[in-house]
Antibody, heavy 121, light 106 residues
């Protein structure tokens, strides 16, 4: 059974950098896209970006100027960096696995437990 | 950018049928996936590629997609089906989620 375990700082001040990591166990890491998704309080889900084990990335155009997703395939981990955070970045952040690279199967079959990140002065 | 519109809330009597819609421009030409999101938990995939149920999801859940509307149907609704439901598509290299629907079982 694939498991995703995520960790990182939960409280930030405006202008700081958000940093989260997601570790994958119980399944193959290669040949899958790995994503970050967030949910602000009282709002819906928002895709942040994804990375392949090779390091190939795709980002949400609305966040691309502030986001970097990196991978450590040797340790089955991938990370999210979001720079210059504001209160609007307060959200529960999830990591998730994309089921397949096939276009018809770009959905999330495994999710991390979620981490609440609060941005407050 | 592509948008997916869902009703804010849907109420269903215990044991009856609930339909959650997801509207988008020619969504029938895309693959639609659905997630159930309950408070304090990670989202769970309940339908993929319009009408396919993942292992462990009851047959009471079904899906369809045509024209400008995709629909998730929950038959014989149970209290455990309560939660927020999100549709999702992949289009133009991005993942788009619907606005979300809160399903309440009365």
């Amino acid at each position: 059974q694939v498991q995703l375990q995520q960790w990182g700082a939960g409280l930030l001040k405006p202008s700081e950098t958000l940093s989260l990591t997601c570790g994958v166990s119980g399944g193959s890491f290669n040949n899958f896209y790995w994503s970050w998704i967030r949910q602000p309080p009282g709002k819906g889900l928002e895709w942040i970006g994804e990375i392949l084990h090779t390091g190939r990335t795709n980002y949400n155009p609305s966040l691309t100027s502030r986001v970097t997703i990196s991978v450590d395939a040797s340790n089955n981990q991938f990370s999210l960096t979001l720079r210059s955070v504001t209160a609007a970045d307060t959200a529960v952040y999830y990591c998730a696995r994309v089921a397949s690279q096939i276009i018809s199967s770009r959905y999330y079959d495994y999710w991390g437990q979620g981490v609440l990140v609060t941005v407050s002065s | 950018s592509y948008e997916l519109t869902q009703p804010l809330s849907v109420s269903v009597a215990l044991g009856q049928t609930a339909s959650v819609t997801c509207g988008g421009d020619n969504i029938g030409g895309k693959n639609v996936h659905w997630y159930q999101h309950q408070p304090g938990q990670a989202p769970v995939l309940v339908m993929y590629r319009d009408s396919h149920r993942p292992a462990g999801i009851p047959e009471r859940f079904s899906g369809s997609n045509s024209g400008n509307t995709a629909t998730l149907t929950i038959s014989r609704a149970q209290a455990g089906d309560e939660g927020d439901y999100y549709c999702q598509v992949w289009t133009s290299g991005t993942y788009v989620f619907g606005t979300g629907t809160q399903v309440t079982v009365l």
